[in-house]
């Protein structure tokens, strides 16, 4: 089977990070995996080749193929841009149009950085969760919103968090589909002690346990208690499914335990495409980093493993994916670091990182 793939390198580091992405990539072609990879613009560098931060081609190749990965974009000199045509605007309208409502964001510790954490070593160790957040409704979407002036003077800010059984629904599906690829359970975080749309999301999450995956293990936690938890003992979760307020502090808790931006992959899937895949973009959580462009500091690793993620949530090519994270985990092991985890040691450069990732793979392949 031949998996299709759209590269989206964007501005800053994206293209010097997603150039060792495109080795591993060819890497596993040489081994017998088939992939069918198309590159194009988005953000700055779409503007400056079309005048917008994203091509109604460049869509419509991102709606057919299996799945996008995308680098970062922005950068200081589109900073004046009209709002309009911002590069961050590319990256809003493949979220949009794809539809893409379930963000995932794992965080797993690699043991050779665990020393790196917050967190007492023993907390931390072989941690490995996914927080599900809900990425397309909830209180930075619903109506009414905005800033109102009042009779007296005052002003009243209002922001309304709304969600329907359809968008509870479908992410805790996503949820329930992750744990059956890992370890079978799921704790669902809302706050329905004060919230009514937390009492429906318990709720709707129950129902789509009951009556869809009875056998996956489901509990639900306040969402402040969860957080508490997080950063007592992470290692209780597994799959964490929640909305998009909660999902956003707490899956930037969840992502610190485990150290640099350069390391944090993520994902973001939408309904199933009519061959049975979720519709998908894959990227690294960290930006275009301007401050380091260019110098061949950016560590690649991040943008890796969110190609790690693709080859295991898209591709189904789950064995892959194990295979490039025990080389990630290798190359950790032995010592080698970019400057952002070198902790003040020795570092390499971008590429060179890139060429210890392909030496351990050789190994075991
Ligand atoms: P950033 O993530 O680009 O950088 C924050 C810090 O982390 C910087 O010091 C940077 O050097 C470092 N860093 C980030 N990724 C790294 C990597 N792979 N290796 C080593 N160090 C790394 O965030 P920022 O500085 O706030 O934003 C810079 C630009 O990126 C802005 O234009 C912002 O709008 C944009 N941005 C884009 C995305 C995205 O494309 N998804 C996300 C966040 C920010």
């Known amino acids: 089977m031949t998996h299709s793939l759209l590269i989206l390198p964007g501005d800053g580091i994206g293209p010097e990070v997603m150039a060792e992405v495109r080795r591993v990539i060819d890497w596993f072609g040489a081994q017998g995996l088939s992939f069918e ?185 306040y969402a402040d208690a969860g957080a508490m938890q997080l950063v007592r003992w992470p290692k209780q979760f597994d799959v964490i499914v929640t909305d998009n307020l909660f999902g956003d502090l707490l899956s930037d808790v969840a992502a610190m335990l485990t150290g640099s931006l350069g390391m944090l992959p993520s994902a973001s899937l939408g309904a199933p495409m009519a061959n049975g895949k979720p519709k998908a973009m894959y990227e690294p959580v960290h930006g275009s980093a301007p401050d380091i462009a260019g110098q061949g500091l950016a560590n690649p690793l991040a943008c890796i493993l969110s190609f790690a993620m693709a080859l295991r949530y898209s591709f189904n090519e789950g064995a892959a994916a194990d295979q490039l994270e025990a080389a990630i985990q290798r190359v950790l092991a032995a010592g080698i670091r970019t400057k952002d985890i070198a902790q003040g040691g020795a570092f390499v450069s971008t590429s060179e990182m890139g060429d210890a990732i392909l030496a351990e793979l050789g190994k075991g392949a």
């Not at 994203?54 to 922005?74: C, F, H, I, N």
């Not at 200081?76 to 964001?105: C, H, I, T, W």
């Not at 004060?194 to 509990?219: A, C, F, K």
Request: proline content about 3%.
């Open 37 to 221: 990879v198309s590159e194009d613009l988005v953000g700055g560098a779409a503007y400056d080749a079309h005048g917008k931060p994203l091509s109604d081609a460049t869509m419509e190749k991102a709606q057919a193929v299996d799945a996008v990965l995308l680098g970062a974009v922005g950068g200081p000199q589109y900073d004046d841009l009209d709002f309009s045509v911002k590069p961050e605007r590319g990256l809003l309208r493949l979220r949009k149009e794809m539809d893409l409502f379930a963000n995932l964001r794992p965080a797993v510790c690699f043991d050779a950085l665990a020393a790196d954490s917050s967190l007492k070593h023993d907390v931390i160790a072989g941690l490995d969760i996914m927080i599900v957040r809900e990425l397309t409704s909830g209180v930075y979407f619903g109506e009414p919103r905005g800033i109102t002036e009042m009779n007296d003077g005052s002003r009243v800010g209002v922001n309304t968090q709304r969600y329907t059984t359809d968008e509870i629904r479908r992410v805790a599906r996503s949820a329930f589909e992750l744990a059956k690829k890992r370890g079978n359970k799921v704790c669902s975080m809302e706050k329905a002690n004060v919230m009514e749309s937390g009492i429906l999301w318990r709720e709707e999450v129950q129902w789509v346990h009951d009556n869809e995956y009875p056998e996956v293990e489901l509990s639900h936690m």
